[in-house]
Each structure stands twice: as structure tokens, then as C-alpha cells.
């Protein structure tokens, strides 16, 4: 089917998801991206963020941090180094990850506090969004 | 000759042995299957990680803008050797074959004049190289209390690697752990982690022509440490697999050892129970044949 593509969501413990989809709503590094049926071939860093899929049972988010995704015109995957489906274990889990983040960013310099103050922002938003 | 009471008694406490090693046995084999849906779940992760980082690794190599993790430090004088062991022992060969590959691949380096520097993963590794290489040990990571190894404990794992790294304290790494092949076969396997591997294929002009966000090397920078805690993650795993499936077979040869013994021993019991009642009939007869 031209309409739909291939969607995988795989972190390093086990595959989330492997579905047929119309769209992939994906927190790219540098900005969000949707990518459809026969995007071009991108490869692409991910910041923390919230992924929705949009496949024929309708809309599926995910939490994901970190990690790449890679988009062909037939499929595109998603590879995260955690992801978790919406829910309050994924919350306490990216609670726990925020925590981290933020004390590591305290005791840091220079452009790495910077980078550690984004990812904490960022996580802070996708838990907000996880309600 | 042994009394009947101790012969008694040893196969009472062949027989509870026996009971324990089954046990160990069945316990592996379930763990076992654990274990292989765990690595079998990794995969896919793994090997997409390993295309996308090779694909960028080709395109990227030579460059002199390459980052370090690929190009390495420019020198191969100081080697880190990762192994990794089980945190138990009773599983056969398992832990020694890893050392033993461990310890030719030392020696190997020390005599070309390399500097070696070992760095254990589980217990039983550090124990036996702590015997004569002592002096190579920069560091040890204990698993003990670990469960299920999950991708926490390799990141840990690849951030004392990168401490390291970043150090200056060394210039390669391989990781040795055991590839699990069959319950009954696992291979020691060495793999180089640092500076990645690159093979040698001409998958640029198949592959398709990516474009990349942000750029190439950006990506690359982030993506192999990640590729390196992934590869030490996939070690991890096949180790709890293969540790599993030696105990499954060394318990299980075990067992059987215990079974023959007990039946020697059971034969040896009889024997000795019938000569002993035959002698009493000797005695009887005799004794009454002598009035």
C-alpha cells in the first residue's frame, strides 16, 4: 500500500512496536519532523520526546529519549535507548531519568551543563505530556 | 573392606547430591530460555545499530574530522582487554575458556611489547586472572547483585570504558566474552570495540543515499558510544546465555555421574550384605557340624 509504510520502535531490550503506518510524528534534534510514505532516506539524532504513530487503529504514543531514527521511503525505524508506551510507568521511569539528568547538570560545565540543561528541559515536557 | 553402614551412607549422600544437581539443572534450563528471549529480543536493536553505524563509519572514514571512538588514538600501544565472566561458578568450562582466551591473547600482546590492561566483568574472572596478571587489573565491574542483566548495566560498563578512553589510558579495546552457539557449545569470542571495526564491503553503492540531520559526523559522534554500549549489551546477554546452557550441560553430566556412582555403589552394598550372610552361614553350619 502506497498510502501506509512500514513503522518498527526498537530499543536496545526489545522491539515496542512493528506496525503499518500512515505517519510518524518523530522528536528529531533538531526540531520535530513527520515523516509519511516516501520521505526521502534521512537519518536523524532524537532529543526526548513524545512519538505518535498513526497507523490504522488510530494514534499510538510513545515516550522515547535518545537514540536515531531512520526513514526510507517504505518503512522507517525508530531506534530509542528507552521508550515507553504512555502510562505512569513510563512516567516514574523518565521521573527517575529527569532527577539524574538535572543533578548531573549541576555538577557540569561549560557546554556540556548546557546540553544537560536541554535534555533536562526537554524530558520535563514530554512528562508533562504523559498525563 | 567398607562396613555396610558407611556404604550405606554414601550413597544416601550420592543420592542427595544427585537431587541438588537436578535441581541446578532444571533451574539453568529455565533461566536458559530467559536468557535466549532476552538476547533474541536485542537483536533486531543491535543489528540495525550496527548498519547505520557502519554505513556512517564507511562514508566517514579517512576523514580527518573522524571522531576518535572510530579513528582511535593513532597508536596501538596500550590494549584494554574487557572480559567477561559469570558472577558463579558450577557451569564447566565456562569461565576458564573465556580466561584462557583472555590470557593467550595477554601474552600475545605482552610479548610484542604492548602494554595490557584488564578490566573484569563478574567474579569468577577476576579471581583467576588476579593469580599471575595481577598487575595488568585497572578495574573490576560486579554483577553480582544483578538479576537480569539489563541496558543499564552495559551503559555502566562502556562509561568506565569511555572514563578510560577519554583518560588516555588506553588506545584499543576488545571485549571477550562467550558466543552462545548451542547449549552444549559456547565460543570464546574477542571483539574489538574500540576503535570500531569497520569491514571492509562496498555496501556504499547499493545503500541507499541517506541525507542527515544534523550532519554526518554529528551523528556519528553521538551513535557510537551508543553502538559500543549496544555491542558490550549484546555481549552481556549472550554471556547469561551461554553461562545458562553450560550449567544446563555440566549439571546435567552431573546428574548422570551421580546415577552411575549410586548404582556401583548400590551393587558394592548388596555384594558385600550377601557375603556378609553367607559367612554367617559358614559360621552356622560349621559350628554345627563341630558337635
Redesign the interface.
Known amino acids: 500500500m502506497a498510502d501506509m509504510m512500514q513503522f ?1 520502535l ?6 515496542l512496536t512493528s506496525v503499518q503506518a500512515y505517519s510518524v510524528q518523530i522528536p ?3 526540531g520535530d519532523l513527520t515523516a509519511m510514505p516516501d520521505h ?6 532524537l532529543r526526548p520526546g513524545v512519538l505518535v504513530v498513526n497507523g490504522a487503529d488510530g494514534e499510538t504514543r510513545f515516550a522515547v529519549t ?3 531514527a ?1 526513514i ?1 521511503p517504505s518503512a522507517t ?1 525508530v ?1 530509542a ?2 521508550a515507553y508506551p504512555m502510562g505512569q510507568e513510563g512516567r516514574d521511569a523518565l521521573q527517575a531519568l529527569l532527577d539524574e539528568t538535572r543533578a548531573k547538570a549541576a555538577s557540569a560545565e561549560g557546554n556540556d551543563r548546557d546540553a544537560l540543561n536541554k535534555t533536562a528541559d526537554d524530558l520535563a515536557q514530554t512528562i508533562s505530556t504523559m498525563n | 573392606m567398607a562396613n555396610l553402614k558407611d556404604l550405606k551412607n554414601r550413597i544416601a549422600s550420592v543420592k542427595s547430591t544427585r537431587k541438588i544437581t537436578k535441581a541446578m539443572q532444571m533451574v539453568a534450563a529455565a533461566k536458559l530460555r530467559r536468557a535466549q528471549d532476552a538476547a533474541e529480543a536485542a537483536r533486531p536493536y543491535a543489528q540495525r545499530m550496527a548498519d547505520v553505524v557502519n554505513g556512517l563509519a564507511a562514508s566517514v572514514a579517512g576523514s580527518e574530522t573522524a571522531p576518535k571512538l572510530l579513528a582511535g588514538s593513532g597508536s596501538d600501544q596500550t590494549h584494554l582487554l574487557v572480559v567477561m565472566t559469570a558472577e558463579r561458578g558450577l557451569c564447566g568450562g565456562f569461565n576458564s575458556s573465556i580466561v584462557k582466551a583472555a590470557r593467550v591473547r595477554a601474552g600475545q600482546l605482552l610479548n610484542e611489547g604492548k602494554t595490557v590492561k584488564i578490566l573484569t566483568v563478574g567474579k569468577k574472572g577476576r579471581e583467576q586472572l588476579r593469580r599471575d596478571l595481577s598487575a595488568h587489573l585497572v578495574g573490576h565491574v560486579d554483577l553480582s547483585e544483578v538479576k537480569r542483566v539489563g541496558y543499564e548495566n552495559a551503559a555502566g560498563i562502556s562509561k568506565q570504558v569511555f572514563d578510560l578512553f577519554d583518560a588516555g589510558e588506553f588506545d584499543v579495546a576488545t571485549i571477550f566474552y562467550n558466543r552462545f552457539e548451542s547449549v552444549i557449545s559456547q565460543i570464546p569470542t574477542p571483539q574489538q570495540i574500540i576503535p570500531a571495526e569497520v569491514p571492509e564491503t562496498d555496501t556504499a553503492k547499493s545503500e541507499t543515499l541517506y541525507e542527515y540531520e544534523p550532519s554526518e559526523e554529528a551523528i556519528l559522534e553521538d551513535l557510537l558510544p551508543r553502538s559500543v554500549t549496544t555491542q558490550i549489551f549484546t555481549a552481556l546477554l549472550e554471556n547469561a546465555a551461554s553461562e545458562q546452557g553450560a550449567r544446563m550441560s555440566a549439571m546435567d553430566n552431573a546428574t548422570r555421574n551421580a546415577g552411575d556412582m549410586i548404582d556401583r555403589l548400590t551393587i558394592q552394598y548388596n555384594r558385600s550384605r550377601q557375603a556378609a550372610i553367607t559367612k554367617e552361614l559358614i559360621e552356622i553350619i560349621s559350628g554345627a557340624e563341630a558337635l
Open positions: 518498527d526498537v530499543s536496545p531490550e526489545r522491539k528529531a534534534a533538531e526521502a532516506p534521512l537519518i536523524t539524532t535518545g537514540g536515531f531512520e526510507t525505524s531506534l535507548e528507552r
